[in-house]
């Protein structure tokens, strides 16, 4: 679960530690009533600021003290849905606004367990994917699908179309246009 340690900055300012673990893939609305909530049950009383001190589960996103509620929980919604390598080559990259639909557009897919090069990652998730391509190609050239496979996988990262991001035995691609 993504979640974000929201501390009280006048309890911490006064040497106490007080805050709250919240989950960031709430609705912003409910995000900002938990805060307040931990903010009302402050041991200094009238407490007003916080600050995020922590937060789990971002896939190596950096995250600020003063990160906007909106932007955190968009970048939860993103890493909801896609793997976290492919949210953080984006983060940065596009507005946080345009995160999700950014990599919702450019993630290609992935590919789990392949040995070897890049280029035979790509060429698995090309066999795999777009097998209806490979009933067309004359029978004398099906026992050579897989070089053929490798072969455009090397076009498509020579040429940059594409990015890779391995992992233990995952390989996730994007597109980079």
Same mark, same amino acid.
């Given at each position: 679960?993504?979640?974000?340690?929201?501390?009280?900055?006048?309890?911490?300012?006064?040497?106490?530690?007080?805050?709250?673990?919240?989950?960031?893939?709430?609705?912003?609305?409910?995000?900002?009533?938990?805060?307040?909530?931990?903010? $009302?049950?402050? *041991?200094?009383?009238? +407490?007003?600021?916080?600050? %995020?001190?922590?937060? @789990? #589960?971002?896939?190596?996103?950096? &995250?600020?003290?003063?990160?906007?509620?909106?932007?955190?929980?968009?970048?939860?919604?993103?890493?909801?849905?896609?793997?976290?390598?492919?949210?953080?080559?984006?983060?940065?990259?596009?507005?946080?606004?345009?995160?999700?639909?950014?990599?919702?557009?450019?993630?290609?897919?992935?590919?789990?367990? $392949?040995?070897? *090069?890049?280029?035979? +990652?790509?060429?698995?998730? %090309?066999?795999?994917? @777009? #097998?209806?391509?490979?009933?067309? &190609?004359?029978?004398?050239?099906?026992?050579?699908?897989?070089?053929?496979?490798?072969?455009?996988?090397?076009?498509?990262?020579?040429?940059?179309?594409?990015?890779?991001?391995?992992?233990?035995?995952?390989?996730?691609?994007?597109?980079?246009?």
């Amino acid at each position: 679960m993504h979640q974000i340690y929201a501390a009280c900055l006048a309890s911490y300012n006064n040497g106490m530690l007080h805050g709250e673990w919240i989950d960031a893939t709430q609705d912003p609305d409910s995000i900002n009533r938990e805060i307040q909530l931990m903010l $009302e049950a402050s *041991p200094i009383p009238g +407490a007003e600021e916080f600050a %995020i001190h922590d937060y @789990e #589960d971002f896939g190596g996103i950096q &995250l600020g003290e003063y990160e906007s509620i909106d932007d955190l929980h968009l970048i939860a919604l993103a890493l909801d849905d896609f793997p976290a390598v492919v949210v953080a080559h984006f983060h940065g990259e596009v507005s946080v606004e345009e995160l999700y639909e950014t990599c919702e557009d450019r993630f290609i897919g992935t590919v789990e367990e $392949e040995i070897g *090069p890049e280029e035979n +990652a790509y060429a698995a998730y %090309i066999l795999e994917q @777009e #097998d209806h391509y490979w009933e067309r &190609l004359p029978k004398e050239y099906q026992s050579h699908m897989r070089a053929i496979a490798v072969s455009e996988a090397q076009d498509r990262l020579l040429s940059g179309e594409l990015a890779l991001y391995e992992g233990r035995g995952t390989w996730h691609f994007v597109r980079n246009y």
